[in-house]
């Protein structure tokens, strides 16, 4: 059953307006399409980053949820505890209703430096549902380059120029490595497609026990693009095979969204001033060595699918 | 906010759920979108899209924009399928 948007709108929205996000902010966008689905009986755990700066500017709140932040590191951690505080409470009969419990952070909060938080929030076992919300660098600190921007991106760690063509290393497959913990649910979604993102959502919050889900979130600040393209970005990504849209149910594989013409992966880069640099001679290499981990990445997913099935 | 810091919360705790509509950022808008409600199909993929919680829909149908705080972005220009959304420079 598709979401029915009528119905969604009815409802107040609990990211609240007046956040200090940039004009067209991806990560924002995120925000509002997974509290539409988890609704107002939900405690979100931050961790550092664009959404938790903008939202949270004393003395001033964008949530209409309980919300807490402590670190950069420690989002999963922080949401372990308020969880098992909420078991015990449950125990003790102090507590009855259905709670859910979500943990967000950007790539830099997940990819790198929370990495070890999550991962043991995860193998614990604990009921929660862990959100990244992926801008592909340090966005809120001055795009510097995380374990999640791509090949070829420029950063200001990262700066391309004579010595170096932008980022010279490929991202983590993070999605993967979560999954790899055999946890019941890991996904990849787009804001783009925003059905698919909520129904990933919808299930993550009925599962039992640990789910993530890994969400491409584009800045027009990092990316260097004009902000009314932040969706079409997005959609480009899923497009291109660059940002396939799938889960890991159980350990099983499923593409939930495959483009029926998938098209070059340039056209996603060609978009963004983060890649321009690519476009010279010199660099064109990287373009074609970019594709062709982007299609190895894409066929090994078609055979995980079919080893699932 | 009118209390000194003596009055405030310890912790940095915020007692006041979306209090930050209190922050209007309407005004970092350079272009602004104008709806053309003839052409409004209502699908509310402008709501859906909108970073900034600033598509005002009631009962299902799309009423505007909350230009107090519509930044400005052109999502929901760039997105409405039947382009009943157009940016216009903003006046000062
Ligand atoms: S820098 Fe990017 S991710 Fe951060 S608030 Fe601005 S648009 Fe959003
Ligand atoms: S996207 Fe366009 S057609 Fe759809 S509700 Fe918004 S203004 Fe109306």
Redesign the pocket.
């Known amino acids: 059953m598709p979401f029915d948007l009528k119905e969604l709108s009815k409802e107040k929205d609990l990211f609240a307006p007046g956040h200090r996000a940039c004009a067209g902010c991806g990560p924002a966008i995120v925000m509002r399409q997974i509290m539409a689905v988890a609704g107002k009986d939900t405690v979100v755990g931050f961790a550092t980053g664009c959404m938790e700066v903008v939202s949270t500017i004393f003395p001033y709140t964008a949530w209409r949820v309980p919300y807490i932040h402590v670190a950069f590191e420690n989002a999963a951690a922080v949401i372990s505890g308020v969880e098992a505080a909420y078991k015990a409470l449950k125990r003790k009969g102090k507590i009855n209703k259905k709670i859910n419990f979500i943990a967000i952070a950007g790539d830099g909060g997940t990819y790198d430096i929370g990495i070890q938080a999550l991962s043991g929030a995860l193998e614990r076992g604990h009921n929660f549902l862990y959100v990244c919300y992926d801008n592909q660098a340090y966005m809120n600190t001055g795009i510097q380059r995380s374990g999640a921007t791509p090949l070829g991106a420029h950063t200001t760690t990262s700066p391309a120029g004579d010595v170096i063509p932008g980022k010279v290393q490929w991202r983590k497959d993070l999605t993967e490595i979560v999954a790899a913990h055999g946890i019941p649910y890991a996904a990849q979604a787009s804001p783009s497609h925003w059905n698919d993102l909520m129904e990933k959502v919808k299930k993550a919050l009925e599962t039992e026990g640990p789910a993530f889900i890994n969400v491409l979130a584009p800045c027009p600040v990092g990316w260097y693009f004009s902000p009314e393209r932040t969706i079409k970005i997005a959609k480009l990504a899923v497009d291109t095979l660059f940002w396939p849209l799938y889960e890991v149910e159980n350990g099983k594989h499923r593409i939930t969204y495959k483009p029926r013409k998938p098209k070059p992966v340039e056209e996603w880069l060609k978009e963004q001033g983060r890649f321009r640099h690519l476009f010279q001679e010199k660099n064109r290499w990287i373009i074609e060595e970019f594709q062709r981990q982007v299609n190895e990445r894409w066929e090994r997913l078609l055979r995980l699918e079919e080893a699932s099935l | 906010m009118k209390e000194g810091w003596k009055e405030l919360p310890i912790g940095a705790i915020i007692k006041e759920a979306g209090s930050s509509i209190k922050f209007e950022t309407g005004d970092w808008r350079t272009r602004k979108p104008v ?2 409600k003839e ?9 859906v ?1 909108c970073p900034d919680s600033s ?1 005002i ?1 009631e009962n299902g149908e ?1 009423k505007g924009f909350l230009y107090s705080h519509c930044k400005g972005c052109g999502i ?1 220009a760039e ?7 157009e940016m216009v420079k903003e006046e000062v």
């Open positions: 709806l053309n052409k409004c199909i209502n699908c509310l993929f402008c709501w899209f598509i829909v799309m929901c997105e409405c399928p039947v382009k009943a959304i």
